[in-house]
């Protein structure tokens, strides 16, 4: 018997892909026995926030995960499907007939069995899905068998821009001081630093402070610790509270000028490709206009792409670049795997997907054969490489974003017409991987009808 600990959207994926496999799945789902600050009723894939799973189209990020799910066949996108309700190219949902086509979906399933309790423990052969609100007991359990800090219970997490909306001809790299690193390489291409004189600073503070700030449930209320203090909250303490914090200029001299900036914001290479760009320091509760608005105001980023907005709410989630093997399971027990928000990805689509992988694999696990990934030009082979290759010492929760995904080898100027073209490699790629991965699982079928057969 395979345990799926977590009824929501991964955890419901996870269970159909398995089930569909041939393999007995039980479902523990601790409501309504033990019930969530979010959750209002006992329904399996419950839509606790937004009732959109994104864009449909392919030159989208979201759009193209949707697509590579397709391919594999997700249930989760048909219940949606079944669900939809107008919204243009989003796919939006009637979040009480979506649920419940799940549940029925799922609960009907022959090979699936649905228990209401709560589980405290890992063991092997388990995919663990329990979303950003994850009991404590079961918390403490995976943070002692991960390790300690392998677990975190808030994010706050700064914007992500994409380095060739950056304008260069401001924004500098350098490091203060001219420091190395510890290997004694210089990591100038480290950090991009966008300098502001007197006079942007102070109109900079007076938009930050005044911007609309997102409010959400009571459970999304993380302790502002000073690590994680909004840039907003820390702007509010006073004019200059900034300029001695993460917009300290000391040990940067503008190339331009040959002088020190009033203040600078500095950006932090997020991959190792250095397309996506990360704001240091600029965890932020604004909505997402306001971030849009306000920090777009920062020399260098007036034309910014943001692959990933600023926020701060409760999340618990795994390190897992630090905890968690390539294809996100337990490093001592390649057969307890984690699927969800608990990986460290954002959104609807993102979760559901890495709950789809995470029963492909466990079931060719079962099969004797290996775990495998997607290739990195797909958009959900990209992500899981995000939580493989991802700085453990900056790790954050990531959504999908062509950012993630391999460069074309060629140039292409036009920006729409070049996320087809990447789109169109996605899908043709996730077609013949499934492919591969449909024939092996045929070949392996095959082989134990031939033992049975014979013994």
């Given at each position: 018997?395979?345990?799926?600990?977590?009824?929501?959207?991964?955890?419901?994926?996870?269970?159909?892909?398995?089930?569909?496999?041939?393999?007995?799945?039980?479902?523990?789902?601790?409501?309504?026995?033990?019930?969530?600050?979010?959750?209002?009723?006992?329904?399996?894939?419950?839509?606790?926030?937004?009732?959109?799973?994104?864009?449909?189209?392919?030159?989208?990020?979201?759009?193209?995960?949707?697509?590579?799910?397709?391919?594999?066949?997700?249930?989760?996108?048909?219940?949606?499907?079944?669900?939809?309700?107008?919204?243009?190219?989003?796919?939006?949902?009637?979040?009480?007939?979506?649920?419940?086509?799940?549940?029925?979906?799922?609960?009907?399933?022959?090979?699936?069995?649905?228990?209401?309790?709560?589980?405290?423990?890992?063991?092997?052969?388990?995919?663990?899905?329990?979303?950003?609100?994850?009991?404590?007991?079961?918390?403490?359990?995976?943070?002692?068998?991960?390790?300690?800090?392998?677990?975190?219970?808030?994010?706050?997490?700064?914007?992500?821009?994409?380095?060739?909306?950056?304008?260069?001809?401001?924004?500098?790299?350098?490091?203060?001081?001219?420091?190395?690193?510890?290997?004694?390489?210089?990591?100038?291409g480290a950090y991009l630093n966008c300098p502001m004189t007197r006079e942007e600073y102070e109109a900079f503070i007076s938009a930050l402070t005044s911007a609309d700030q997102f409010h959400g449930h009571e459970f999304d209320e993380a302790p502002y610790f000073e690590g994680c203090m909004p840039v907003e909250v820390s702007a509010n303490r006073g004019g200059e509270t900034l300029r001695f914090g993460p917009m300290k200029p000391v040990g940067l001299r503008d190339p331009r000028s040959g002088r020190q900036p009033h203040a600078v914001v500095q950006l932090r290479r997020?991959?190792?490709?250095?397309?996506?760009?990360?704001?240091?320091?600029?965890?932020?509760?604004?909505?997402?206009?306001?971030?849009?608005?306000?920090?777009?105001?920062?020399?260098?980023?007036?034309?910014?792409?943001?692959?990933?907005?600023?926020?701060?709410?409760?999340?618990?989630?795994?390190?897992?670049?630090?905890?968690?093997?390539?294809?996100?399971?337990?490093?001592?027990?390649?057969?307890?795997?984690?699927?969800?928000?608990?990986?460290?990805?954002?959104?609807?689509?993102?979760?559901?997907?890495?709950?789809?992988?995470?029963?492909?694999?466990?079931?060719?696990?079962?099969?004797?054969?290996?775990?495998?990934?997607?290739?990195?030009?797909?958009?959900?082979?990209?992500?899981?490489?995000?939580?493989?290759?991802?700085?453990?010492?900056?790790?954050?929760?990531?959504?999908?974003?062509?950012?993630?995904?391999?460069?074309?080898?060629?140039?292409?100027?036009?920006?729409?017409?070049?996320?087809?073209?990447?789109?169109?490699?996605?899908?043709?790629?996730?077609?013949?991987?499934?492919?591969?991965?449909?024939?092996?699982?045929?070949?392996?079928?095959?082989?134990?009808?031939?033992?049975?057969?014979?013994?």
């Open positions: 018997m395979i345990h799926v600990v977590g009824g929501g959207l991964a955890g419901s994926e996870a269970a159909w892909q398995l089930a569909e496999r041939g393999h007995r799945v039980v479902i523990h789902e601790m409501r309504p026995v033990r019930t969530t600050a979010a959750h209002q009723t006992d329904r399996l894939a419950e839509l606790v926030c937004s009732n959109t799973f994104k864009s449909t189209e392919t030159s989208n990020a979201h759009g193209l995960l949707k697509a590579e799910m397709r391919v594999l066949g997700s249930m989760i996108l048909e219940c949606a499907d079944e669900a939809r309700v107008p919204a243009g190219s989003a796919l939006a949902v009637d979040r009480d007939a979506f649920a419940s086509a799940v549940t029925a979906r799922v609960m009907s399933h022959p090979n699936i069995d649905v228990t209401r309790e709560e589980i405290v423990a890992l063991e092997p052969y388990s995919i663990i899905a329990t979303g950003p609100l994850t009991s404590d007991a079961l918390a403490a359990a995976i943070s002692e068998r991960l390790g300690v800090g392998a677990l975190a219970f808030y994010d706050a997490i700064a914007p992500i821009v994409s380095r060739e909306s950056i304008d260069e001809s401001i924004a500098f790299s350098a490091s203060r001081y001219g420091r190395e690193t510890m290997e004694g390489e210089g990591d100038e997020e991959d190792r490709h250095g397309r996506m760009w990360n704001l240091v320091g600029f965890q932020t509760r604004l909505r997402i206009p306001e971030q849009q608005r306000v920090f777009r105001m920062i020399p260098g980023l007036a034309n910014a792409e943001f692959l990933r907005y600023g926020s701060i709410h409760r999340n618990s989630y795994v390190n897992s670049p630090a905890a968690l093997s390539p294809y996100l399971s337990a490093r001592d027990d390649p057969t307890i795997l984690f699927a969800g928000q608990i990986t460290g990805v954002e959104g609807y689509t993102e979760s559901s997907a890495t709950g789809l992988l995470a029963g492909i694999n466990l079931s060719r696990i079962l099969a004797g054969q290996s775990p495998e990934i997607p290739p990195p030009v797909t958009m959900l082979g990209a992500l899981y490489r995000y939580m493989r290759e991802a700085d453990p010492a900056h790790f954050q929760p990531m959504n999908a974003n062509f950012g993630l995904v391999d460069d074309l080898p060629e140039v292409i100027r036009d920006k729409k017409r070049k996320r087809e073209m990447i789109a169109a490699r996605a899908l043709a790629s996730m077609a013949e991987w499934s492919q591969q991965m449909a024939a092996l699982f045929a070949a392996t079928n095959q082989s134990d009808v031939r033992v049975a057969a014979g013994s």
